[in-house]
């Protein structure tokens, strides 16, 4: 479970087992350690030292933001972290054949993701078949990519498609009808940029 903490004075602990939000007005809510994937904090949260280290020791990242989701940093554990494994990445990060092949199987991953939400809603939207066709054809391209600039010009046409497709099988409310940022000004971008 992701933990999103929003309210101005609430204060994040541990106890009996429990991870707590302690909001101002004295109310409380209370969380199975075990459930907790990742936090976001946002505005003025306070954290305990206890909860601190529980998330340090069973690598739970917390992420910080302020009120207007702007970024500010993370607290990260160092449990899992490998020297060996470090020192393998930053020689393998000069390697452009290895970079353009992992960046090629991260964008078809990405886009054969697209292509399965695609494809729950498809039967109930009949012109959603054109978009998927088109995002099939950027799939295809990926797996060929001479470069990473070729790649981040497939990628973002597949992703302008499946935002598309997304359009058709939301409410009209939430249409998306281009990215914006700082402050977003619709709710679908408002969405994004808190995922």
């Given at each position: 479970m992701f933990l999103y903490v929003v309210k101005h004075g609430a204060v994040l602990g541990i106890s009996d087992g429990l991870l707590t939000v302690k909001y101002p007005d004295k109310s409380a809510e209370?969380?199975?350690k075990n459930t907790i994937e990742e936090i976001a904090v946002f505005s003025k949260v306070t954290i305990t030292t206890a909860c601190i280290e529980f998330c340090l020791m069973n690598n739970?990242?917390?992420?910080?933001?302020?009120?207007?989701?702007?970024y500010y940093g993370r607290l990260t554990s160092v449990v899992n972290t490998?020297?060996?494994?470090?020192?393998?990445q930053i020689t393998l990060s000069s390697d452009e054949s290895y970079i353009?092949?992992?960046a090629r199987r991260i964008i078809h991953a990405k886009i054969s993701n697209q292509l399965v939400i695609a494809n729950r809603y498809s039967s109930n939207?009949?012109?959603?078949?054109e978009i998927k066709n088109e995002v099939k054809r950027l799939k295809r391209k990926v797996v060929n990519a001479e470069s990473i600039n070729q790649l981040i010009?497939?990628?973002?046409?597949?992703?302008?498609?499946?935002?598309?497709?997304?359009?058709?099988?939301?409410?009209?409310?939430?249409?998306?009808?281009?990215?914006?940022r700082r402050p977003a000004v619709d709710p679908f971008n408002c969405m994004l940029n808190l995922g």
């Open positions: 209370a969380f199975p739970i990242n917390v992420g910080f933001f302020s009120l207007n989701s702007r490998s020297v060996t494994n470090l020192r393998k353009l092949e992992i939207v009949p012109d959603l078949m010009g497939f990628e973002g046409l597949a992703s302008k498609y499946y935002f598309q497709a997304l359009s058709k099988v939301i409410v009209n409310d939430f249409a998306f009808n281009g990215r914006n």
